[in-house]
């Protein structure tokens, strides 16, 4: 008896639904194994992570906070993703951001600058980050660069810069020589939702990108071509679409959203520019990409579901010391399952029985 | 069902090579069912069926490469299990596929040495590897690279690769499918050599007159089952065709008189590097095609035609812009998406991952080619409903067959996929069509709808430019028929003119002399 993999006439539409949901339930069990290895009580710690943040209106709030980030990041690079054209460097676009907003932030300090900061921060972040990502797309279409490397390697560039502006330049006069920015003036400050609470305007932001790559992907004849690039290169310069364009275009689009990502980030829950603004935001949402199945709608959901792991995260640390780190491991290992329930779409699996004794069962 | 043996001389001995029963299931898919088949000695057996009948499934069985799910294979009277190729090698079972595994970078010696299971050394090897080939006259030079070689003299490659194994049966799929028709006839004579020295073989074919003329007994396959052994020579094509389609095949119909307009696509002096390495180069080719004119191109695969196409369509650019004319106006230099604003159309050869996004919808694939010029989008958005009524309308006219209003162009069968791929183009009522392959490996009906389809174009008033190996395919629907050879254009000839022995000798590179002797095609 044998196990094999059998493939699919079609694409299941139903297990490109639920394979997300077994990755997520395979994952979980990994986690129960891990927690049970670490010595605490896996249902407490399950708990903790997952169950514990949903029943108080504070960490609702703070979970919208955390996805804001993710999901605009992840419909960036689900465009590029979808186009074949892999953007591993979001990050260091979401740092560069950072840093060209702040810059506004930082040269009208105590100034009595007017309503138009915000708006032109945004702009120039978004603009900084396109033009960051446009390094490694650049270097793909002209001279074959693998994108992998160069955008991943670009990252540590951002994050070198932003930690030298702060210890030099930028650095707060009046803050106890801490790497940081002074807090940012209140109209360099992304607005809140709520009096005193902690969500803020940027989740607004983030919905509007949602419907926008909604609209795009499913609506238009240029997410039309996106799709097409990506799943038959050969078969999209036949339609006429022009693949290296496209490697710049979504280079691009998902670097100008990382960086808006970035000083919406800065100006809004952190209140200043200082290096750890982000606890790896870039590359969790790589994963929050592919666990929503490079769809708009997924992605919401998904970047929702991995900012409850950063909140479970915090509040199993403080409740029972589990290791932040284990976070981080929980996301890998959820990448992994992800990627490997994805098979089960355009395969099945099936039990053979050896043909030989078929054979002799019949003949 | 008949069932004639004619070669049953060796009544006494059991056959060399006998399969009872032998059944392939994939999932819910039965490939091979149930089929028994006898080779003898000294015959060659000719496999017979249209595409996914199930002969590469029964050959693949016979020489290890799958495993039957039941039934039995007997090699000289005692059943076997073959567990890979090279126990079917071992005990004398030798196959040349129809797609080379050769190394375009090795030479000729180091292709056989990879493929040999032997421990002799290379020198040894390539002595012998040498005198086989003189002994069976097909001459191949040891040191050469694969890259240089002609289709024909890589054949000749895998042949003697096989035959170094000294096989006691053959088996062959399409051999004659690249080759010119000189070429076959001097591999009919290898093969009525190999049979002379007792020898078996398996001739995989579909082209019934080579298999009447060539074949002691054949079976036919269709849709995974045996349904008739008999002797090819007592039979007539039509009654072969007959027994592997099923049914009496539509007549193509040529209309009486079809009148020539005005040029529609005129090509002048089209030189044009390759694009890849080994790629071939286009050499100072010029044609001139007339609306309500079909021009055939024929010629040996890869002499030229994938480039052309490239060329044409706009899928690679030429510098001067007055190389290729669509419609009066100089489009060398114009994209893809320009040339189908000016009216033309394009079939390529590759139905998934070229003329298809293999995992899109049908509607999807139906904006792949129309969104330039068929009002399927406005403002940069889709109008799904105008997708929709294009696949709708094919499916209509060319007898799309499919399971659902609008499924993933792979889930199609590759005759009915190629049906939508060419109404997709027709439907755009184009002044230029520029197909290449149109009728690779469709079954019998759908091929024969798509020719009808392109006469029907041309009637219209459209150019249509047909590039395909199979010349009774020109024969039927071409006009003129020109033919490709190394990257150069012969000048056309009339169909009424152009023989096969013309044609055969344009397609090995020689050319006319002037005084041949003029009979149709295919007579």
């Known amino acids: ?363 | 069902m008949l069932d004639q043996t004619s070669n049953d001389l060796h009544s006494g001995e059991p056959p060399l090579l006998q399969t009872i029963g032998l059944t392939k299931r994939y999932g819910d898919f039965l490939a091979n069912d149930s089929i028994s088949i006898d080779i003898q000695p000294k015959q060659i057996h000719a496999l017979l069926g249209e595409n996914g009948a199930g002969k590469s499934t029964l050959v693949k069985a016979i020489y290890g490469l799958i495993q039957p799910s039941a039934g039995e294979i007997r090699w000289q009277g005692h059943p076997i299990v073959l567990s890979g190729p090279s126990e079917a090698r071992r005990r004398g079972i030798g196959m040349v596929f129809q797609h080379f595994s050769l190394f375009d970078n090795l030479t000729v010696a180091e292709n056989v040495a990879l493929g040999l299971d032997g421990r002799e050394s290379f020198k040894d090897m390539s002595a012998r590897l040498e005198q086989v080939s003189k002994t069976y006259g097909l001459p191949l030079d040891p040191r050469r690279e694969v890259w240089q070689l002609s289709v024909g003299e890589r054949q000749r490659i895998e042949i003697v690769r096989a035959l170094m194994q000294d096989p006691k049966f053959l088996i062959l799929d399409e051999p004659t499918a690249v080759l010119t028709p000189q070429e076959a006839d001097q591999l009919f004579t290898v093969l009525e050599r190999l049979k002379a020295e007792g020898r078996a073989i398996l001739y995989i074919s579909h082209k019934l007159e080579e298999v009447k003329r060539l074949c002691d007994t054949a079976t036919i396959l269709r849709g995974g089952k045996k349904v008739a052994t008999c002797n090819p020579g007592l039979e007539t094509a039509a009654s072969l065709a007959r027994m592997m389609v099923g049914s009496e095949i539509r007549e193509v119909k040529a209309p009486a008189d079809r009148k020539t307009t005005v040029p529609r696509l005129v090509v002048n002096d089209l030189s044009l590097a390759p694009g890849e390495a080994h790629g071939v180069r286009l050499e100072h080719i010029s044609f001139e095609l007339k609306g309500g004119e079909i021009l055939g191109i024929a010629g040996v695969a890869g002499n030229g035609q994938d480039e052309l196409f490239a060329a044409l369509s706009g899928e690679r650019l030429s510098k001067d812009p007055g190389t290729v004319v669509i419609e009066g106006i100089a489009a060398g230099h114009l994209s893809i998406t320009q040339r189908r604003k000016l009216g033309a159309a394009f079939v390529p050869e590759e139905r998934l991952g070229h003329g298809t996004a293999p995992r899109m919808k049908l509607s999807e694939n139906a904006l792949l080619t129309g969104h330039a010029a068929s009002g399927m989008v406005h403002h940069g958005f889709i109008d799904t409903a105008a997708a929709l009524n294009t696949v709708d309308r094919a499916t209509e006219t060319f007898d799309v067959r499919k399971a659902k209003r609008d499924p993933e162009a792979a889930s199609l069968s590759g005759g009915n996929l190629q049906k939508f791929i060419v109404g997709r183009e027709i439907l755009r009522n184009p002044a230029v069509l520029v197909v290449s392959q149109p009728t690779w490996g469709v079954d019998a009906g759908a091929a024969a709808v798509i020719r009808q389809a392109l006469l029907d174009l041309a009637t219209a008033g459209a150019a249509v430019l047909v590039t395909s190996q199979d010349l009774d395919e020109l024969a039927e629907i071409a006009d003129r028929i020109a033919v490709m050879f190394h990257g150069r254009l012969s000048a056309p000839l009339a169909t009424s003119e152009a023989t096969r022995e013309k044609l055969g000798l344009l397609m090995g590179g020689s050319s006319l002399e002037p005084k041949e002797a003029a009979h149709a095609v295919g007579a």
């Open chain 1, 1 to 363: 008896m044998q196990l094999v993999l059998e493939k699919r006439a079609e694409r299941s539409k139903t297990i490109a639904l639920v394979s997300p949901l077994i990755a997520i339930g395979l994952t979980i069990i990994t986690m129960v194994i891990l927690f049970a290895i670490l010595g605490k009580n896996p249902m407490l710690a399950l708990h903790a992570y997952f169950i514990a943040p949903l029943t108080d209106g504070y960490s609702l709030q703070e979970i919208a906070v955390k996805a804001t980030p993710l999901v605009m990041i992840a419909i960036g690079l689900s465009l590029c993703y979808l186009a074949n054209a892999w953007n591993i460097g979001a990050e260091g676009q979401f740092l560069i951001g950072a840093v060209a907003g702040s810059w506004i932030a930082v040269k009208t300090q105590g100034t009595d600058a007017g309503a138009w900061v915000l708006p032109v921060m945004l702009v120039l972040a978004a603009a900084a980050g396109a033009l960051y990502a446009l390094i490694p797309a650049i270097c793909k279409v002209k001279f074959g660069a693998s994108e992998i490397l160069t955008s991943l390697m670009l990252v540590y560039v951002a994050d070198l810069f932003l930690d030298y502006l702060v210890r030099g330049p930028w650095r707060d006069p009046h803050g106890f020589n801490f790497p940081t920015t002074a807090e940012f003036d209140p109209v360099a400050t992304v607005p809140l939702l709520i009096e005193g609470g902690r969500l803020h305007l940027g989740s607004i932001i983030a919905l509007l990108v949602v419907a926008a790559a909604a609209i795009l992907l499913g609506r238009t004849i240029k997410g039309f071509e996106i799709r097409v690039v990506g799943a038959a290169p050969r078969a999209a310069r036949f339609g006429g679409f022009n693949a290296n364009q496209l490697v710049i275009l979504t280079f691009a689009v998902s670097g100008a959203l990382a960086g808006l990502a970035g000083i919406i980030e800065v100006a809004g829950p952190v209140g200043h520019l200082q290096p750890g603004i982000s606890p790896g935001y870039g590359f969790t949402a790589i994963i929050v990409a592919f666990l929503g199945r490079l769809n708009p709608l997924g992605i919401l959901i998904a970047g929702l579901f991995l900012a409850l792991t950063f909140i479970g995260g915090e509040q199993a640390q403080i409740a029972m010391k589990i290791p932040l780190d284990v976070t981080k491991v929980f996301q890998g290992i959820l990448l992994f399952y992800v990627l490997a329930c994805d098979s089960l779409i355009l395969y099945r699996f099936k039990l053979v029985f050896p043909n030989r004794q078929v054979a002799r069962g019949i003949g």
